[in-house]
């Protein structure tokens, strides 16, 4: 598929002129409360046969071992997305972010806090850089901002970026507004720079920059030396059409129950094999990389039957998988039951076919958790990563209140869960949202960002899993995959 290039959509006007932030050292406001770790507390009970655990408590399958869990402190929001270097794990927050000290799993330190508010704060860490998502109006890209009805034309979102070099002093040195601001958003890497991807969609009823068709993704270019002169450098366009809506899915009522596509809600690379996978809405979309300010849709594939909302992606090691989620209810509803059924807010998994531009996405199975949760529960399939053993596809997950579930697709046609961790529902007479946004494998343990009880740390003991504890790296950053193995896979 051509790729078009489209003008850059102008960003909504600031209320304060970047630079002079800059220049007044761009506030933000830093937390000091410190506290050690506490393992889980009287709540916990034994593996469950399958039981429903009660309110505050927790099962697990037998080759999970609960280690650690750091409850919420200063920060009141809810906690989103986890990134990784060394001995450090940052964590989103709503209100801010997290950075904790993991030297001893068991017991995680709390190494500052951010006030930074800005929903949902997606989060990730290059070098001395830190990158942080807003995708709320904004009075102004400062910390100090308040949030603000986005009939405001002084609104802001976007990106912001800060300085991690003292890690219990984080500083905020760059922001970057970008059309319809940044829901979530994907580092690809490079020596002397690092290309932010910032996906985003609509419609707005008040911004002409937000409404269809807002069809492509902001790329930033940040200079490792200067990242107060990061910049949007492009807007390709991924879903090129005459209509309205561009090229994409168009959604309801064409096709009932999916959402139309104006945009992506995230993407995944894969720096290694010059590829991405773009969750977008409506779409599921294969990419090249290879010039990492000009992305190239190789293929695109829809599931009007059973996908509602193209959230996430992952993709096995050796590049010829993909699996997709689908976030039925926008993670705020109950779909892990009888009545929802196992294909729908589920993961789809695909195989990688064919070579170069003439790879295809072709559809194998659903994966959903087997266990039926309770009506006040919502859970659905969200934020996972590979847990890197050779020569296996296996990856850990977040389902929400959901819990936790490790499983393997090696078999693409024929996944299976091999284990999980899950509290009880937070309420017995109401939807109320929680459980895992994210949970992901880092050098021997499993990390899950719990909406509402903070950081739980997880280590899975099982014959499967256990050749990934010789893998160890330097950072990670989920959405953007690692090459494990190098040149030995």
Known sequence: MPLLTRPLPRPRARRRRLGALVAAGLLCTLLTTTQAGAAPGPGTTAPSPGGVPAPDGIVHSANIEPVASLPNQALPGFNTDIAFQGRYAFAGNFDGFRIFD??????????????????????????????LSTDSSRSDDSCASTEQPETEKSSWEGMKVFDISD??????????????????????????????????????????????????????????????????????????????????????????????????????VLPSEDLAA??????????????PERPRVIDQVQDNVNFAFWHSATFNQKADKVVFTDELGGGGAATCNAEIGPDRGADGIYDIVGKGDRRKLVFRSYYKIPRHQTATENCVAHNGSLIPVKGKDIMVQAWYQGGVSVWDFTDSARPREIAYFERGPLTTDAVAWGGSW??????????????????????????????????????????TQPDYFGADD
């Open 102 to 131: 993991m030297s001893v799993p068991a017991s995680p330190k709390t190494v500052a806090q951010v006030f930074c508010p800005g929903w949902q704060n997606d989060i990730s860490v290059s070098g001395n850089l830190l990158f």
């Open 167 to 268: 890690k219990a002093n984080p500083k905020y040195v760059a922001a970057v507004e970008t059309p319809c601001g940044s829901h979530t958003h994907t580092l690809v890497p490079e020596r002397r720079s690092v290309y932010i991807y910032v996906s985003s969609y609509g419609p707005s009823a008040t911004y002409p920059d937000c409404r269809p068709p807002l069809d492509g993704i902001s790329v930033i270019k940040v200079p490792r030396g200067a990242p107060h002169k990061a910049a949007v450098v492009g807007f390709p366009v991924l879903f090129p059409g005459d209509g309205p809506d561009g090229g994409g899915n168009p959604g309801e009522p064409t096709h009932p129950g999916v959402t139309k596509t104006t945009g992506c809600h995230d993407i995944t």
């Open 278 to 291: 773009g969750a977008c809405m409506g779409d599921g979309v294969l990419l090249d990389i290879a010039d």
């Open 438 to 479: 994210s949970a992901y494998y880092y050098n021997g343990h499993i990390y899950s960002s719990d909406l509402v009880k903070g950081l739980d740390v997880l280590k899975i003991n099982d014959r499967r899993t256990d050749p990934a504890r010789k893998i160890r790296l330097r950072e990670l950053n989920v959405q």
